[in-house]
């Protein structure tokens, strides 16, 4: 009897994970059956002007571009160009979709989650479908995010020995790939740059030791300041691009009042001038705003309009800090909300064709350069009838975030709290793009992964609480 007990055992914990890792294993399949199937409901990958094409024509030449977009993505970009398609971009980029649906998962099991919790958070990555297009498009955001997400799986994997949910100190080394990833991140979209200033702050309130924290921030700064002496030899100045002060000053046009802020002479002509844009975005491209005003090209007023956004604030902090608020309500709404009016949010897959503007000679170069099959994408009978009948409601794109974030952020609060890095992660990614631009329905998804995974460790959190209180004969409050 004892020796078949012994035997027994063994098998048991391994029985009791089968279902956890079954569901995740279905979850995983259907996800790559939906991909499968956007692959073959779209003829070609999604190509948007001017960003997909000068994301391309930075990959063949590998050179910083001097306004938008730093070369990360492009370097990836680069990697794929020996096979001139961007059909396989968007098939790599499809494979890496699930691949942060695993590392989610994988994350949050290693903090001991059951297989069914676990799953159910990778549910928005795995299948939201604005996530899904945007893995079919030649743009840098599932790059960030599968950047972001690996660098807080290191960070918060389990080190070493620790009791409870709570995360053992990384490592010197598992701190420095954290600070790699969240540079390359940077690289590939500015906004993130602030995310090694982020995880190095929570590392010092775990009380990490000093080298480790020396590991994070040195990784995550050798990159971004090669870079920028890189970009220095093109464009004769240390940065990582050369728009940041055009796109804060476009953000303060929406409340900018010159008779408060009083610039000085070299700014007055930057003030606003009565043309009126639906969104602090369409001022960089409007003919009449302020700015494009000026002789020559708007980005070489960069440093000027950086000044004169920076006064503005200073000078209207109240209306800057509602004109963040009000834009950034827009993502938790019920139904959607085009902003700009011309853009049509929207969480279905469509049918149709859309066509390239081939009078832009920068797509005929970026053709002959990087794919000689380049065109405008068209939807694919009948799998993109199938798509079009795939049901995802807003609110579980809008208002269901808005209740992740809620349930992270109320689960976070604690200097040990497992959801703490997570959920201002994801607070950031969400407000940053507002702060220094304006509110998209795209900058809104890098955010939808990290607010899943707070709000999964917030909950299991409280869980856990309460089950050390029930053993101690004690009452912990929800």
């Known amino acids: 009897m004892a020796v078949t007990l012994a035997r027994t055992r063994p098998h048991a914990p391994a029985a009791r994970?089968?279902?956890?890792?079954?569901?995740?294993?279905?979850a995983l399949a259907l996800a790559a059956a939906l991909r499968v199937l956007v692959m073959l409901g779209y003829d070609t990958a999604q190509l948007y002007w001017y960003d997909s094409f000068t994301y391309l024509d930075t990959a063949v030449h590998l050179r910083p571009q001097a306004a938008f977009h730093p070369a990360g993505y492009s370097w990836f970009l680069w990697a794929l160009r020996p096979f001139h398609s961007v059909e396989l971009v968007a098939g790599v980029q499809h494979a890496m979709g699930l691949g942060i649906g695993v590392m989610i998962y994988a994350l949050l099991r290693r903090r001991s989650l059951p297989g069914w919790g676990a799953t159910l958070a990778?549910?928005?990555?795995?299948?939201?479908?604005?996530?899904?297009?945007?893995?079919?498009?030649?743009?840098?955001?599932?790059?960030?995010?599968?950047?972001i997400i690996a660098a807080l799986a290191v960070l918060m994997w389990r080190h070493g020995?620790?009791?409870?949910?709570?995360?053992?100190?990384?490592?010197?080394?598992?701190?420095?790939?954290?600070?790699?990833?969240?540079?390359?991140?940077?690289?590939?979209r500015t906004a993130a740059v602030p995310l090694i200033a982020l995880a190095a702050g929570w590392l010092m309130l775990r009380r990490a030791p000093w080298r480790r924290v020396a590991a994070l921030l040195l990784a995550g700064a050798l990159p971004l300041a090669a870079y920028a002496g890189w970009y220095a030899q093109h464009h004769g100045r240390f940065a990582l691009s050369g728009s940041d002060g055009v796109a804060l000053w476009a953000r303060t046009m929406t409340f900018a009042d010159c008779s408060i802020i009083e610039p000085p002479p070299a700014e007055a002509p930057l003030c606003p001038n009565g043309t009126v844009a639906d969104a602090a975005s369409e001022y960089v491209w409007a003919p009449g705003a302020s700015l494009n005003r000026l002789p020559g090209d708007r980005f070489a007023y960069n440093d000027l309009a950086r000044s004169f956004a920076l006064?503005?604030?200073?000078?209207?902090?109240?209306?800057?800090?509602?004109?963040?608020?009000?834009?950034?309500?827009?993502?938790?709404?019920?139904?959607?909300?085009?902003?700009?009016?011309?853009?049509?949010?929207?969480?279905?897959?469509?049918?149709?064709?859309?066509?390239?503007?081939e009078q832009q000679a920068l797509v005929a170069k970026v053709r002959s350069e990087y794919d000689p099959g380049i065109r405008g994408m068209t939807s694919v009978e009948p799998y993109a009838s199938i798509l079009a009948a795939y049901p995802y409601p807003w609110f579980l794109h809008g208002t269901a975030f808005g209740v992740l974030l809620l349930i992270?952020?109320?689960?976070?609060?604690?200097r040990r709290r497992a959801a703490l890095l997570p959920w201002t992660m994801a607070a950031f990614l969400l407000l940053a793009p507002v702060a220094a631009l304006d509110f998209d329905h795209r900058y809104v998804l890098p955010a939808i992964p990290f607010a899943c995974v707070s709000a999964a460790l917030a909950v299991a959190g409280v869980r856990r609480r309460r089950c050390r209180a029930e053993q101690e004969g004690t009452t912990v409050p929800a």
Do not use: K, N
């Open 17 to 26: 994970r089968l279902p956890g890792h079954g569901l995740f294993a279905c």
């Open 408 to 414: 992270g952020g109320l689960g976070s609060a604690g």
């Open 122 to 147: 990778t549910v928005p990555v795995l299948f939201d479908p604005a996530l899904l297009r945007l893995e079919h498009a030649v743009l840098s955001d599932l790059q960030v995010i599968f950047l």
């Open 161 to 188: 020995p620790s009791g409870g949910l709570w995360p053992g100190v990384p490592s010197v080394r598992a701190a420095a790939v954290a600070g790699l990833l969240l540079a390359l991140a940077g690289l590939t």
């Open 311 to 357: 006064r503005a604030i200073a000078a209207q902090p109240l209306d800057y800090l509602r004109e963040v608020a009000r834009d950034t309500s827009l993502a938790f709404t019920w139904q959607p909300v085009a902003h700009p009016r011309r853009m049509s949010p929207s969480t279905t897959f469509p049918r149709g064709s859309w066509s390239l503007p």
